[in-house]
């Protein structure tokens, strides 16, 4: 169902909105028009990968946080987003429909058994070549969990 993976911080540069899941499943959504705005105005320069950065969260998934879509940038870079180093697990969709795929697998970290190891110090999706197919995609959604709690649950069972 996942890995854990250990990252170093890295930083990243884009389009950034406000916004919480509830609002994400109306009318009023913001993080689908934000991608739009994204790809038209070609801030990616057609390279991969593409990152979707969950950020400055008011406290867990039921509260606001900010969503960034974007590139990997220079630190010196004027507005660039911190992605914390952390230790992740990284879960990875299924092949589908892009926004189907990435909708079922936020629904199974919702409900995943481990989901109160989450620091939500930052989350992030990666689009790569796996991505360029919409019809087709791949990607893999990285959630920042606190290792150390991890690991004694583990060692217990």
């Known amino acids: ?8 911080k890295q930083w990243m540069k884009g389009l950034s ?19 739009q705005q ?6 990616h320069g057609g390279q991969a990968p593409v990152i979707g950065l ?6 867990d998934e039921h509260g606001s946080y900010l969503f960034t879509a974007g590139q990997f940038a220079d630190p010196q870079l004027e507005h660039a987003k911190e992605i914390p180093a952390s230790t992740y697990a990284r879960f ?16 199974q970290i919702w409900t995943w058994d ?9 989350d992030f999706e990666w ?9 087709e995609a791949q990607i893999d959604i990285y959630i920042a ?5 991890l690991a004694e649950t583990n060692s217990i069972s």
């Not at 169902?1 to 170093?8: K, R, S, T």
Request: overall charge negative; hydrophobic content about 30%.
């Open 54 to 59: 969950y950020s400055d969260y008011e406290k």
């Open 1 to 8: 169902m996942y890995e854990i993976v250990i990252l170093e």
């Open 114 to 122: 481990e989901r109160h190891f989450r620091t939500y110090t930052g």
């Open 38 to 43: 994204f790809f038209a105005q070609q801030i």
């Open 92 to 107: 990875r969709t299924k092949k589908g429909p892009i926004e189907e795929v990435v909708f079922e697998t936020w629904q």
């Open 127 to 135: 689009y790569d070549e796996r991505s360029i197919d919409p019809k």
């Open 145 to 149: 969990i606190d290792k150390k709690m």
């Open 17 to 35: 909105v406000r916004t919480t899941n509830e609002m994400e499943q109306t009318k009023e959504r913001k993080i689908a028009p934000l991608w």
